[in-house]
């Protein structure tokens, strides 16, 4: 198990996260719009379905990397909020971008939804090198047992997601159409999504080996 510490700053960096609403957040406002929230909470399923594959992967991954070197470890760890930080640079100097959504889209099926929601999630690069940078930098390799950590941590994460997710799709009636084609909005979520991402990739840089060691 991580660190105490370690578990709730993790929980405190993954809310500031999954609050700032990107692109899974604006996929699932669209189908929540157009086929009502129950169309959106199966959609969040099918995405967090597929950020438990993600979890696992990277769980073995990183603990196979982990077994073979501490320093190889340690390297991934430090390449991972190097990538955090140019993913905040890269989300602050990008343009708004309106998420592209068919107003005339034919009903679906819930069990279509969640695959579909599956789908976009799983075959997202962006997602699986997400999970490999973020999750090591509150790994206590001291402690042992990576691979428990990290799935641990992914557990906590996608319910989190689900849980934030779950509010928004709620929401959707009422903001979703507002929020999705507001560019002040847009404006706000690039930079304060970027200044986080940043901000996280530096605390990983700077103290992620002092609290690995508490």
């Not at 957040?25 to 129950?38: K, N, Q, T």
């Not at 990397?65 to 909020?81: D, H, P, Q, R």
Request: aromatic share 14%; proline share 3%; net charge positive.
């Amino acid at each position: 198990m991580p660190t105490f510490g370690n578990i709730w700053l993790f929980i405190g960096a993954s809310l500031a996260l999954l609050l700032i609403p990107g692109p899974a957040v604006l996929y699932i406002f669209a189908r929540s719009v157009e086929h009502g929230r129950l169309a959106g909470f199966a959609s969040i399923l099918g995405i967090h379905a597929a950020t438990l594959v993600h979890v696992i992967v990277a769980a073995l991954g990183l603990s196979a990397v982990l077994a073979s070197s501490a320093l190889a470890f340690s390297i991934v760890k430090y390449a991972g909020a190097a990538y955090l930080i140019w993913l905040g640079f890269k989300k602050i100097f990008g343009r708004n971008e309106l998420p592209v959504t068919d107003t005339h889209l034919k009903p679906f099926g819930y069990a279509r939804l969640l695959r579909d929601g599956f789908v976009v999630n799983l075959f997202n690069p962006k997602t699986a090198l997400f999970f490999l940078a973020f999750l090591p930098q509150f790994v206590a390799v001291d402690r042992g047992h990576a691979t428990m950590q990290i799935a641990f941590l992914g557990l906590i994460y996608t319910c989190l997601g689900i849980i934030t997710d779950g509010s928004y799709a709620f929401a959707a009636g009422i903001a979703g159409n507002w929020l999705r084609r507001n560019r002040r909005y847009l404006t706000a979520e690039r930079y304060v999504s970027g200044v986080l991402l940043i901000g996280l990739g530096l605390m990983a840089a700077f103290a992620g080996n002092r609290s690995s060691r508490r």
